[in-house]
C-alpha cells in the first residue's frame, strides 16, 4: 500500500468515526457547546401523543385588539402558569397567539379538573403581614411596567405603576397609611407573588420598586397584577387528552419504525449501488445525527407528525445521492474512468437536486409557517431534513467517494455498474413515453370521473378538527363487534342526556380494536363521564388506550383557514419558482400533475373513510413537495437535452429525458416507500392514518412524473409553443382587441 492509499485509508476511517461520534453527541449531548442529548429534559420534548397529556386552548371573549389585547394575553399567561406551577404542572408549556392561549400538559392524570382550575376567575389580594385582605382585584384598573426616576433620589430604574379605581384609592390609601414602614403583599389564587415596604401614605397610584428588579420581573408582576382583574372571561374551546400508555406506545413503535426504515434503505442503496451505497448511508447515519441535533439545539416540540417527517426526509435525502449515482453510472456508460464519471455525476446532478430541493422547502417552509400544533412540527422536521440532505449528498458523500477512489478502488462493478448488462437491450432502450399519451389522458379521465362519483357517494370522513366536537378513540383490548357498538351508543346516549348529540360511534378504519366516538361539543364533566363509564362497562383498566379531542368553532374555522392559506401560496410560490427555473408552461403542467396526485389521495380520504383532520395538511403538503420533486428532475432532463441537442425535436428530447430518469424516480419512490411503509406496519392507528395517503401519494406521484409531466408539457407546446406567462396574458386580453382593430 502506497503513501497515498495509506493516506486515504486513514482519512476514510478517521471520517467514519467522526461521523460515529456525532451520532454520541446526538445520544449523550455535549455540554460545553449546550447540546443537550435525546434523553435530556432540556433538548427534544415530546409533545402529547408520545409522553401522553392534554392540550387545552382557551379563548379570550373579548372585542380587544392590539397592544392593549396584547398586555391582557400577558397577564393570562401569567396567571395560567402561576395556576400550573401551584397545581404541580411545572412541564407544561404556554403559548399565546392573538386572543387564544394553548397550554401542554404532559402526563397529566385528571384533564377535566385541570381545565376547572387553569381557567377559573383570578383571584387578587393585597394584604397586611396579619393576612387582612386590603384591596382587591375589582380595585386595580391596572397595572403597568415602566422605566425611569421612582423617588426623590432621581435614580432611574425599573418599576411599576398601579392605577386604582376611586373605592380602590381610598382603600389604599387608609390602608397605607396605617402600614407605614411595615409590609404590603400581593397574593393571587392564595400565593404570595410579592411584598413591598410602605414607605408613606399613597392618595394616588402605588409603585412597586426594588434596586434590583429587571425588566422581565416587572413585566411578569405587571402582569400577575392585571391577571387579578381581566376584563373577559376564559373559554376552553380545544381539549386534546392522550393517555400515557396510548403515548408510550405511539413512541416504541415510531423509534423502531425510524430504525428498520433507515436499516432498510441503508440495505436498498448498498444492494443497488454497491460501493456508493455504503458510502450514501454512512452520510444518511451523519444526516439523521445532524437532523436530531438540529431539533435538540432548536428544542423542537417532537410530535407523532414530526417523527414522521423526520423519517420521510431521510426517505427523501437518498433522492439527492440516487441522482448522483444514476449520473455516475450513466458517464461510466460513456467510457469515463471512476474519478471522472464521480466529478461529472455531481456536477451534472447539482441543478436538479437544487431545484426539486427548493420546491420542497417551499413546501415544508409554508407548512411550518401557517401550520399549527403537530402540522407546524412536521413542517419544521422536513425543512430542517431537506437542508441537511443538501449538504450531507452534494458535500460529505462527494468527499467519500473522493476517498475511495483515492483507496484505489475503481472497478466499475464497485459502483453499480455492469458493463455487460449496460450493453443489452433493455425495455427502456425503446420507451417512447409520447406513445402513451392518449391513453394515459384517457385513463386519468376515468379515474377522474370515477374519483368524482366516489366523493359523491361516500362523502369524507371530516375530524372535529375541522367540524368542532368532541372525539374518543378508546381501546376495547377486543376486536369490535355490532353489539359493541350499540352498547356504547347507549352509554353514551344515557351519559350526555341527549341522543342526537351523538355524530358517529364506528370502529378505526386502521385497528379493529379501537371505536371512535364523535359527538357535538359537550362539557368537561360529560367527557369524563363519557370514558368513565365506558371503561365501567367493558372492564377496562384505568390506564386503557384513549385519547379525547374536543374543538370548538372558533378553532376548527382557524385550522381550515390556516390549512387553505398554506397550500394555496406553497403552491403559488413552486409556480413562481417552476416558472423562472423552466418555463411557465413547464410550471402549468407540474400544477396539474400536483393536482392529479392530490386528487388520487382526497379520493382514498373518502374511498377508505380515513379521518379528515389537521394531519391531511402535512400529507397533501408532503406529496405536493414530494412530486414536484420527482417532476422537476424529469424536467430537468428534458432541459438538459435541448441544450446537448439543439435540432432535435421536442418530443424526442421529452422520451430520452424520461427514459433516463425512469431508474431514478422508480429507486427514489421505493427508498421513500420503505419508510413511510414501516411507520403505517408499526404505527398505532392516528399514525396509520397519517401514512396511508402518503403511500397512495407517492404511487400517484411516481405515475404522473413519468407519464404525464413529459408528455402534458410537449402537448402544450405543442399548441401554444414555448410561451411565457406575460405572453400568454398578452395574448389573451390583447390579441382579440388587435385583431378586432384589424378588421
Not at 96 to 122: H, L, R
Not at 187 to 202: C, G, K, R
Not at 617 to 640: K, Y
Request: aromatic share 8%.
Amino acid at each position: 500500500m502506497n503513501y497515498n492509499v495509506a493516506g486515504a485509508v486513514t482519512r476514510f476511517v478517521a471520517s467514519v468515526l467522526v461521523v460515529i461520534l456525532i451520532c454520541a453527541v446526538t445520544i449523550m449531548g455535549f455540554a460545553p457547546l449546550n447540546i443537550p442529548g435525546i434523553f435530556d429534559t432540556d433538548g427534544i420534548t415530546l409533545g402529547l401523543d408520545l409522553a401522553g397529556g392534554s392540550l387545552i386552548v382557551y379563548e379570550a371573549k373579548t372585542d380587544l385588539t392590539g397592544d392593549e389585547l396584547k398586555m391582557n394575553m400577558d397577564s393570562v399567561e401569567a396567571l395560567i402558569r402561576s395556576r400550573l406551577d401551584t397545581l404541580g404542572f411545572n412541564e407544561a408549556a404556554i403559548s399565546t397567539s392573538g386572543n387564544q392561549v394553548s397550554v401542554e400538559i404532559p402526563s397529566i392524570t385528571d384533564p377535566e379538573e385541570a381545565i376547572q382550575k387553569i381557567g377559573a376567575t383570578a383571584n387578587l389580594q393585597f394584604r397586611d403581614d396579619a393576612g387582612n385582605v386590603l384591596v382587591e382585584g375589582k380595585h386595580v384598573k391596572r397595572a403597568v411596567p415602566q422605566y425611569g426616576a421612582y423617588d426623590s433620589t432621581g435614580v432611574p430604574g425599573y418599576f411599576v405603576v398601579i392605577e386604582f379605581t376611586d373605592e380602590g384609592r381610598e382603600l389604599f390609601k387608609i390602608a397605607t397609611g396605617k402600614l407605614i414602614d411595615k409590609n404590603i403583599s400581593i397574593y393571587l389564587d392564595e400565593d404570595i407573588q410579592s411584598t413591598a415596604v410602605v414607605q408613606e401614605e399613597i392618595d394616588d397610584n402605588a409603585i412597586i420598586s426594588g434596586k434590583n428588579f429587571t425588566s422581565d420581573e416587572v413585566k411578569w408582576l405587571a402582569s400577575v397584577i392585571n391577571a387579578g382583574q381581566l376584563p373577559f372571561a376564559l373559554e376552553a374551546v380545544q381539549q386534546d387528552s392522550v393517555g400515557a400508555s396510548l403515548g408510550e406506545k405511539s413512541l416504541d413503535t415510531a423509534i423502531v419504525a425510524g430504525i428498520v426504515g433507515l436499516l432498510l434503505v441503508m440495505l436498498f442503496m448498498i444492494l443497488i449501488y454497491k460501493v456508493p451505497g455504503i458510502v450514501a448511508s454512512i452520510s444518511l447515519v451523519a444526516y439523521t445525527a445532524l437532523v436530531l441535533i438540529t431539533m435538540e439545539i432548536t428544542k423542537t416540540n417532537l410530535t407523532l407528525p414530526g417523527i414522521a417527517g423526520v423519517i420521510l426526509s431521510i426517505g427523501m435525502a437518498v433522492d439527492a445521492n440516487v441522482v448522483i449515482y444514476e449520473r455516475i453510472k450513466e458517464e461510466l456508460a460513456a467510457g469515463k474512468s471512476i474519478k471522472a464519471a464521480v466529478e461529472a455525476g455531481f456536477d451534472r446532478a447539482f441543478t436538479a437536486i437544487f431545484d426539486s430541493n427548493v420546491t420542497t422547502i417551499i413546501s415544508a417552509a409554508a407548512l411550518w409557517y401557517f401550520g399549527s400544533g403537530p402540522v407546524k412540527g412536521f413542517g419544521a422536521t422536513l425543512f430542517y431534513g431537506v437542508l441537511i440532505s443538501m449538504f450531507t449528498a452534494l458535500t460529505l458523500t462527494k468527499y467519500f467517494l473522493r476517498l475511495t477512489i483515492k483507496m484505489q478502488i475503481t472497478n466499475p462493478a464497485l459502483y453499480g455498474y455492469n458493463a455487460d448488462k449496460s450493453n443489452k437491450k433493455s425495455i427502456l432502450d425503446n420507451f417512447n413515453v409520447l406513445k402513451y399519451r392518449k391513453a394515459m389522458l384517457v385513463l386519468v379521465a376515468v379515474i377522474t370521473v370515477l374519483g368524482i362519483g366516489t366523493i359523491a357517494i361516500r362523502g369524507f370522513n371530516v375530524d372535529v378538527d375541522f367540524e368542532g366536537g368532541t372525539e374518543f378513540q378508546i381501546s376495547l383490548n377486543k376486536n369490535i363487534e355490532k353489539e359493541d357498538i350499540s352498547e356504547i351508543e347507549k352509554i353514551v346516549a344515557d351519559t350526555i342526556g341527549d341522543a342526537t348529540l351523538i355524530s358517529s360511534i364506528n370502529p378505526s378504519v386502521t385497528d379493529d380494536t379501537t371505536v371512535v366516538i364523535r359527538t357535538k361539543l359537550i362539557s368537561d364533566e360529560q367527557r369524563a363521564d363519557v370514558r368513565k363509564n365506558i371503561i365501567s362497562a367493558f372492564d377496562l383498566p384505568d390506564d386503557v388506550e384513549h385519547s379525547v379531542r374536543s374543538i370548538g368553532a372558533s378553532i376548527s374555522e382557524n385550522l381550515k383557514r390556516n390549512s387553505i392559506i398554506s397550500a394555496v401560496i406553497s403552491i403559488v410560490l413552486m409556480l413562481a419558482y417552476v416558472s423562472f427555473r423552466f418555463s411557465f408552461l413547464s410550471s402549468f403542467t407540474s400544477i396539474l400533475c400536483l393536482m392529479h396526485d392530490l386528487f388520487i389521495m382526497i379520493v382514498f380520504y373518502s374511498l377508505l373513510q380515513i379521518p379528515v383532520n389537521s394531519n391531511i395538511v402535512a400529507a397533501l403538503l408532503t406529496i405536493l413537495g414530494f412530486s414536484d420533486n420527482s417532476t422537476i428532475v424529469i424536467f430537468d432532463r428534458i432541459r438538459e437535452e435541448m441544450k446537448k441537442r439543439p435540432t432535435a425535436s421536442f418530443d424526442d428530447c421529452v422520451n430520452v429525458g424520461v427514459r433516463t430518469s425512469v431508474v431514478r424516480s422508480f429507486n427514489t419512490v421505493f427508498a421513500t416507500l420503505i419508510t413511510i411503509t414501516m411507520i403505517f406496519i408499526f404505527g398505532v392507528a392516528s399514525v396509520r392514518n397519517f401514512a396511508l395517503p402518503i403511500i397512495i401519494g407517492l404511487v400517484a406521484g411516481l405515475f404522473s412524473s413519468i407519464m404525464l409531466a413529459g408528455p402534458v408539457w410537449a402537448l402544450f407546446r405543442s399548441k401554444l409553443g414555448d410561451i411565457s406567462l406575460s405572453r400568454l396574458i398578452k395574448n389573451m386580453f390583447g390579441g382579440k382587441k388587435k385583431a378586432k382593430t384589424a378588421k
